[in-house]
Antibody
Framework: QVQLVESGGGVVQPGRSLRLSCAASGFTFSSNGMHWVRQAPGKGLEWVAVISSDGSTKHYGDSVKGRFTISRDNSKNMLYLQMNSLRIEDTAIYYC????????????WGQGTLVTVSS | DIQMTQSPSTLSASVGDRVTITCRASQSISSWLAWYQQKPGKAPKLLIYKASSLESGVPSRFSGSGSGTEFTLIISSLQPDDFATYYCHQYNNYPYTFGQGTNLEI
């Protein structure tokens, strides 16, 4: 069955960097685009970024553009999110998710990793 | 960016009720609309895609309709397991966007 396991979250000071990872299994990772979506505590969902199956195409949400970088390693079935210049408002649970059935729709979600930006 | 507006934000209902949640897009998204269910402390789960297609394993009491800018999620007869937060989501254009959520409570 599909499994997505995020890691790398924690407490970080404003202005610092953090890299999140997502380990994928149970599907053909190299054939699937992948998303990151976040959810601030007690708030709604915010789409963060997407990467195509081969890593050649990426898109970002307005609030993270220029600060966050999505990447992947198909040889390791791993997805990453490099987060630089972190702000307090980046505090959230970060979910990785795969494409649904060959489309770019957000399909299956991992359980998330919590990032807290605080001084 | 496409703005997604859900109503109501909170909905109080009882087991057996028929409930309707509405989602409006700020511009046409054709049928590229999905609905997710999220329970406290859990990841969202896909319920409906392409406005009206039911995800495998989702009970048939859930249904979706609409196209263009107006969409609806209907739960025909609420069950105890359905009390959760529901989000609409457009995947017509990047950046993808979500509605603010509807908290369905007892």
């Amino acid at each position: 069955q599909v499994q997505l396991v995020e890691s790398g979250g924690g407490v970080v000071q404003p202005g610092r960097s953090l890299r999140l990872s997502c380990a994928a299994s149970g599907f053909t990772f190299s054939s699937n685009g992948m998303h990151w979506v976040r959810q601030a505590p007690g708030k709604g969902l915010e789409w963060v970024a997407v990467i195509s199956s081969d890593g050649s195409t990426k898109h970002y949400g307005d609030s993270v553009k220029g600060r966050f970088t999505i990447s992947r390693d198909n040889s390791k079935n791993m997805l990453y999110l490099q987060m630089n210049s972190l702000r307090i408002e980046d505090t959230a649970i970060y979910y990785c998710a795969n494409y649904y059935d060959g489309s770019s729709l957000i399909g299956f979600w991992g359980q998330g990793t919590l990032v807290t930006v605080s001084s | 960016d496409i703005q997604m507006t859900q109503s109501p934000s909170t909905l109080s209902a009882s087991v057996g009720d028929r409930v309707t949640i509405t989602c409006r897009a700020s511009q046409s998204i054709s049928s590229w609309l999905a609905w997710y269910q999220q329970k406290p402390g859990k990841a969202p789960k896909l319920l409906i895609y392409k406005a009206s297609s039911l995800e495998s394993g989702v009970p048939s009491r859930f249904s979706g309709s609409g196209s263009g800018t107006e969409f609806t999620l209907i739960i025909s007869s609420l069950q105890p397991d359905d009390f959760a937060t529901y989000y609409c989501h457009q995947y017509n254009n990047y950046p993808y966007t979500f509605g603010q959520g509807t908290n369905l409570e007892i």
